[in-house]
């Protein structure tokens, strides 16, 4: 497979994902915004959700004023900013329309059929009353191309390459999620008070899908260790950075069996693998939950950079 | 559709009564089908002009254009003939030039054309085929009497339209299908990727491997690159992908370096190689033309091939047929007055109105005067340009077109056609039965190329 080819699948998969990430974060966010909080409580879930996506800066470069109509804006549809959801969507399909040879007729057409209609969205139409539909929808064409990648994609480079990108993308938001959320709504790791704490917490476990799933596992409330040894540790639960660190090192034995060759990728997945299912929540949080997730976010990086090197994406012209 | 008589042909007879047993507005819903699927496949063209780029589709016109049996194989042997004699005139302008010796193409016409190219002189090419692919575009003007207009012996496109207008078309109209014996199109892919195969440098171990090079997504056709390399099986690559190594030919790949020995490519001889054509070009491959000289790949079609279809050589046509095959032509090929000669240009000049004047290097329907359709302040600018440089323009009365019906605004009328079969040439020639019919979708109007609006239509070959 051509260097180029591996490069953008890796990122098609990766912007399809984000896509369905920073919608999965406007919803928790516009949750939130609904439930009673003090003072300026509000407008500090909008700058929490700026921070986590990472946009903080480029927001406030056009506005000088959090709004929330303004924010929701700036999140899913501006195309200004890169990590829009709908500049996502377009550079997952402009990755997506230089590899039409790596992908199946379903996935191409699932990216594209996509990228049209949000191509046609104007900021007009997602008035508040039909922005939860719109993020279903978002949720939904991620989810229609996840299920196009693996029903019909041979299971070569080109499916290791995506799973790749899906769940890097994936362990990395989980992280910068509970990285924002953690930081401001528990600073020493206390215990969880009152009623806007719990539904703050419930609201979180809603954007992961996981807030029934939760209560499966957990039968006594929400508490942070349990909210983050879930969302963390927790092989079976699928947007935990265990999970994911397990699909990154599958992907990657994937590629050393398909290729019949190792590279520094698949020691590096590896270790992270078994590093984070030999560890307990006790020991995460003693040593500080915040370094702990920053080292992951780092880690993303170090990860994606030892790809591209090993595979050759960083010499392509 | 109709013979000269006004009756309906009778490859259409079928068509027609199918057409006329259809609610008022059973074709117009099929054509909005048909521009969603379109549309959600990708299948557009990137317009110029203006300040945007934009993805356009091409007009689709559901109804079909059909070919009886018998005329089509009057036509594909004429298509034969003239494909074989224009791989016998690129062997020989770049080997002996006898046809110039023998005093039937003068020769500043080819040593001082730019689609000449003497780095080519004494090279052989795999079969010594120059041009593999070739899209002959061509229309009829009566029964079985069909004009050749273009040869497009550089890297002719539109086969991807073909292709899809047929998936479109069995899926709209499963019962058309069942009602009438169309010959099939769909293994053009599969002689496409034999072709390759079989132009591949001697002595490989084990299979060739094979790419198409495309300019990239920002080009006009990069669907069409696209779908050509996948439905092959092989890498779509970019200039940036190759890179000329110790003589042979790489692509990067995510296992290092690999070998490429057949490239079908998709961007001009200009851009082909910074080291020997325009240094500027960024599209191709640095050193790319010293490892074909060499016979370590083989490029598709040949560089140099457009001498053949150079719009100044398309006049000689019938002897060039005659020379190397030792008939006569069995296509028709149109009167064309050659500018640069002075007797010729002073009755194009009084005739401009009559006439059709296209530049000799140009492509796509751009810079084309259209005389009987033309403003007289057009006709006072072509005169001026002609008066100027004679030498890059040449002149064809126009042509009595064929109508086929097509669905416009105001229902079914007719419409003017052309049609562009695809050639393969290996050790064989092999011809798709049918090819792309393109369609004027404006009353009256005789140019259907897409830059200029231009749609298509599905083309059956009709079965025995």
Same mark, same amino acid.
């Given at each position: 497979?051509?260097?180029?080819?591996? &490069? %953008?699948?890796?990122?098609?998969?990766?912007?399809?994902e984000? +896509?369905? !990430?920073? $919608? #999965?974060?406007?919803?928790? @966010?516009?949750?939130?915004?609904?439930?009673p909080?003090?003072?300026?409580g509000?407008?500090?879930?909008w700058?929490?959700?700026?921070?986590?996506?990472?946009?903080?800066?480029?927001?406030?470069?056009?506005?000088?004023?959090?709004?929330?109509?303004?924010?929701?804006?700036?999140l899913?549809l501006?195309? &200004? %900013?890169?990590?829009?959801?709908?500049?996502?969507?377009?550079? +997952?399909? !402009?990755? $997506? #329309?230089?590899v039409?040879t @790596?992908?199946?007729?379903e996935?191409?057409?699932?990216?594209?059929?996509?990228?049209?209609?949000?191509?046609n969205?104007?900021?007009?139409?997602i008035?508040?009353?039909?922005?939860?539909?719109?993020?279903?929808?978002?949720?939904?064409?991620s989810?229609?191309?996840?299920?196009?990648l693996?029903?019909?994609i041979?299971?070569?480079?080109?499916?290791?390459?995506c799973q790749?990108?899906?769940?890097l993308?994936r362990a990395?938001?989980? @992280?910068?999620i509970?990285?924002v959320?953690?930081?401001l709504?528990?600073?020493?790791?206390?215990v969880?008070?009152?009623?806007?704490?719990?539904?703050?917490?419930?609201?979180?476990?809603?954007s992961?899908?996981?807030?029934?799933?939760?209560?499966?596992?957990y039968r006594?409330?929400?508490r942070?260790?349990?909210?983050?040894?879930?969302?963390?540790?927790?092989?079976e639960?699928p947007?935990?950075?265990?999970?994911?660190?397990?699909?990154?090192?599958?992907?990657m034995r994937?590629?050393?069996?398909?290729?019949?060759?190792?590279?520094?990728?698949?020691?590096?997945a590896?270790?992270?693998?078994a590093?984070?299912?030999g560890?307990?929540?006790?020991?995460?949080?003693?040593?500080?939950?915040?370094?702990?997730?920053?080292?992951?976010?780092?880690w993303s990086?170090?990860?994606?950079h030892?790809l591209?090197?090993s595979?050759?994406?960083?010499?392509?012209? | 559709?109709?013979a000269?008589?006004?009756?309906?042909?009778?490859?259409?007879?079928?068509?027609?009564?199918?057409l006329?047993?259809?609610?008022?507005?059973?074709l117009?819903?099929?054509?909005?089908?048909?521009?969603?699927?379109?549309?959600?496949?990708?299948i557009?063209f990137?317009?110029y002009?203006?300040?945007?780029?934009?993805?356009r589709?091409i007009?689709?016109?559901?109804?079909?254009?059909?070919?009886?049996?018998?005329?089509w194989?009057?036509?594909?042997?004429?298509?034969?003939?003239?494909?074989?004699?224009?791989n016998?005139?690129?062997?020989?302008v770049?080997?002996?030039?006898e046809i110039?010796?023998?005093?039937r193409?003068p020769?500043?016409?080819?040593?001082?054309?730019?689609?000449f190219?003497?780095?080519m002189?004494?090279?052989?090419?795999?079969?010594?085929v120059?041009?593999?692919?070739v899209?002959?575009?061509?229309?009829?003007?009566?029964?079985n009497?069909?004009?050749?207009?273009?040869?497009?012996?550089?890297?002719?496109?539109?086969?991807s339209?073909?292709?899809?207008?047929?998936e479109?078309?069995?899926h709209?109209?499963?019962?058309?299908?069942?009602a009438?014996r169309?010959?099939?199109?769909?293994?053009?892919t599969?002689l496409?990727l034999?072709?390759?195969?079989k132009?591949?440098?001697?002595g490989?171990?084990?299979?060739?491997?094979?790419?198409?090079?495309?300019?990239?997504?920002h080009?006009?056709?990069y669907?069409?690159?696209?779908?050509?390399?996948?439905?092959?099986?092989?890498?779509?690559?970019?200039?940036?992908?190759?890179?000329?190594?110790?003589g042979?030919?790489?692509?990067?790949?995510?296992?290092?370096?690999?070998?490429?020995?057949?490239?079908?490519?998709?961007?001009?001889?200009?851009?082909?190689?910074?080291?020997?054509?325009?240094?500027?070009?960024?599209?191709g491959?640095?050193?790319?033309?010293?490892?074909?000289?060499a016979?370590r790949?083989?490029?598709?079609?040949a560089?140099g091939s457009?001498?053949?279809?150079?719009?100044?050589?398309?006049?000689?046509?019938?002897?060039?047929i005659?020379?190397y095959?030792?008939?006569?032509p069995?296509?028709?090929?149109?009167p064309?007055y050659?500018?640069?000669?002075?007797?010729?240009?002073?009755?194009?000049?009084?005739?401009?109105?009559?006439?059709?004047?296209?530049?000799?290097?140009?492509s796509?329907?751009?810079?084309m005067?259209?005389?009987?359709?033309?403003?007289s302040?057009?006709l006072?600018?072509f005169?001026?340009?002609?008066?100027?440089?004679?030498?890059a323009?040449?002149?064809?009365?126009?042509?009595?077109l064929?109508?086929?019906?097509?669905?416009?605004?105001?229902g079914i009328?007719?419409r003017?056609v052309?049609?562009?079969?695809?050639v393969?040439?290996?050790?064989d020639?092999?011809i798709?039965?049918?090819?792309?019919?393109?369609v004027a979708?404006?009353?009256?109007?005789?140019?259907?190329?897409?830059?200029?609006?231009?749609?298509?239509?599905?083309t059956?070959?009709?079965?025995?």
């Open positions: 497979m051509l260097a180029r080819t591996a &490069d %953008n699948l890796f990122w098609m998969a990766r912007y399809t984000r +896509a369905q !990430n920073i $919608a #999965r974060m406007v919803e928790v @966010a516009s949750r939130l915004a609904m439930t909080s003090a003072g300026d509000h407008r500090e879930q700058r929490s959700t700026l921070i986590s996506v990472g946009s903080e800066q480029a927001y406030f470069a056009k506005y000088d004023k959090l709004e929330a109509d303004r924010v929701i804006d700036f899913l501006d195309q &200004d %900013n890169t990590s829009s959801v709908r500049s996502c969507l377009s550079s +997952a399909r !402009n990755s $997506a #329309r230089a039409r @790596a992908t199946t007729r996935m191409w057409e699932s990216v594209n059929s996509t990228w049209l209609e949000i191509a969205t104007r900021s007009a139409q008035q508040r009353e039909v922005l939860p539909e719109f993020l279903q929808w978002v949720l939904q064409r989810a229609l191309f996840q299920g196009c693996i029903g019909s041979m299971r070569n480079d080109s499916f290791h390459f790749a990108g899906t769940y993308e990395d938001n989980t @992280a910068r509970l990285d959320k953690y930081h709504l528990l600073p020493n790791h206390a969880i008070g009152g009623g806007i704490d719990r539904s703050q917490w419930a609201t979180i476990l809603r992961f899908s996981a807030l029934r799933s939760y209560k499966w596992v006594r409330g929400y942070a260790g349990d909210v983050a040894e879930f969302l963390i540790l927790r092989p639960m947007r935990s950075i265990a999970h994911c660190y397990a699909g990154i090192d599958e992907a994937g590629l050393a069996q398909y290729y019949g060759q190792t590279t520094a990728c698949q020691a590096l590896a270790e992270a693998n590093n984070l299912s560890t307990d929540i006790n020991q995460i949080l003693r040593a500080g939950l915040h370094e702990f997730l920053q080292q992951r976010i780092a990086n170090e990860f994606a030892c591209a090197s595979y050759y994406f960083a010499q392509v012209a | 559709m109709l000269a008589d006004d009756s309906v042909r009778p490859a259409y007879r079928q068509l027609d009564e199918w006329k047993s259809k609610p008022d507005n059973f117009r819903r099929k054509s909005r089908d048909a521009e969603v699927l379109f549309r959600r496949l990708g557009t990137a317009v002009g203006g300040k945007q780029t934009s993805e589709l007009p689709f016109d559901v109804i079909p254009r059909i070919i009886a049996a018998d005329e194989r009057r036509l594909e042997r004429g298509i034969r003939q003239r494909v074989s004699a224009l016998a005139f690129l062997y020989d770049y080997h002996d030039q110039i010796r023998a005093g193409v020769a500043e016409l080819i040593t001082s054309n730019a689609a190219l003497p780095e002189i004494g090279h052989n090419p795999a079969l010594n120059y041009a593999h692919i899209g002959t575009d061509m229309v009829r003007t009566g029964e009497e069909f004009y050749v207009l273009e040869d497009n012996a550089r890297t002719p496109s539109g086969v339209y073909m292709l899809e207008n047929r479109t078309m069995m709209l109209f499963p019962d058309l299908f069942a009438h169309v010959a099939p199109v769909d293994q053009y599969d496409l034999e072709t390759m195969i132009v591949a440098p001697q490989l171990d084990g299979d060739p491997n094979l790419a198409v090079l495309t300019p990239g997504v080009n006009s056709a669907f069409e690159h696209a779908f050509l390399a996948d439905q092959m099986g092989v890498e779509l690559v970019e200039g940036g992908d190759l890179q000329v190594k110790d042979y030919l790489y692509m990067h790949t995510t296992q290092g370096d690999k070998r490429v020995d057949v490239v079908y490519r998709r961007i001009d001889d200009d851009y082909l190689d910074p080291l020997t054509f325009r240094p500027d070009s960024m599209l491959v640095a050193g790319i033309f010293d490892v074909y000289r016979g790949v083989t490029i598709i079609n560089p457009g001498i053949a279809d150079d719009k100044a050589i398309y006049s000689y046509m019938p002897d060039i005659e020379f095959t030792g008939e006569q069995l296509l028709n090929n149109v064309t050659r500018c640069n000669d002075n007797q010729q240009l002073s009755y194009v000049l009084d005739n401009l109105n009559q006439l059709v004047v296209k530049e000799v290097h140009g796509g329907g751009y810079g005067l259209i005389g009987p359709a033309a403003s302040r057009e006072r600018e005169t001026s340009k002609l008066k100027q440089t004679p030498e323009y040449i002149a064809q009365p126009t042509l009595a064929s109508a086929c019906p097509a669905l416009v605004k105001s009328a007719p003017h052309d049609l562009r079969p695809f393969l040439v290996s050790d020639i092999r798709t039965p049918g090819g792309l019919t393109r979708m404006r009353e009256g109007s005789l140019v259907v190329n897409s830059s200029q609006g231009g749609g298509t239509k599905d059956w070959v009709l079965e025995d």
